[in-house]
């Protein structure tokens, strides 16, 4: 009867803990790029301005394509993992050769240059720009950015060398 007692008490304690301390399993998986890369060359990339396990290294960005950030990994492109984060935080969209952000209703909030966007308001990037998820700040870059040197334009490639990035 006591072991009985045992295994009853076990289970609910398990049980508890299971509801109470994990009440999302998402919550558990570390930070990661969630779909695979393509297998064209990206023309932009989200480019992390500080080194952490938290955050992916960088991003690439791909005409024609919505690329989502939060921390629902079923839902999301990129999964960042931290409360901070919504569970569908932004959506960087790929239109042509442009490429626009826009915040979900995050808590947190989406910021490009330091200004917080609004609810639904998509923002056109520039090469350069700094967009903040919350704490996590990246740098747009353009993988052939125009580049200004002295009174004409020339394109010089900033393309990164993704096999260098974790």
């Known amino acids: 009867m006591l072991a009985g007692l045992m295994l009853i008490v076990g289970a609910v304690s398990f049980w508890w803990l299971r509801r109470h301390h994990h009440p999302d399993a998402a919550d558990e998986l570390p930070t990661e790029i969630v779909v695979e890369r393509g297998e064209e060359d990206a023309p932009a990339y989200l480019v992390a301005l500080e080194t952490s396990l938290r955050m992916p290294q960088c991003v690439p960005l791909y005409a024609g394509r919505e690329t989502r950030l939060g921390r629902d990994r079923h839902f999301n492109t990129v999964a960042l993992n931290d409360i901070g984060i919504s569970r569908r935080h ?41 967009i903040q998820f919350y704490t996590f700040t990246y740098q747009f870059v353009l993988s052939e950015a125009p580049t200004q040197v002295g009174e004409s334009e020339v394109t010089l490639s900033t393309r990164l060398d993704t096999n260098q990035i974790p």
Do not use: C, P
């Open 90 to 130: 932004a959506t960087i969209i790929g239109r042509g050769s442009d490429f626009y952000v826009r915040d979900e209703e995050s808590r947190g909030g989406t910021f490009i240059n330091h200004r917080r966007l609004h609810k639904d308001q998509e923002i056109l990037l520039h090469h350069d720009d700094i």
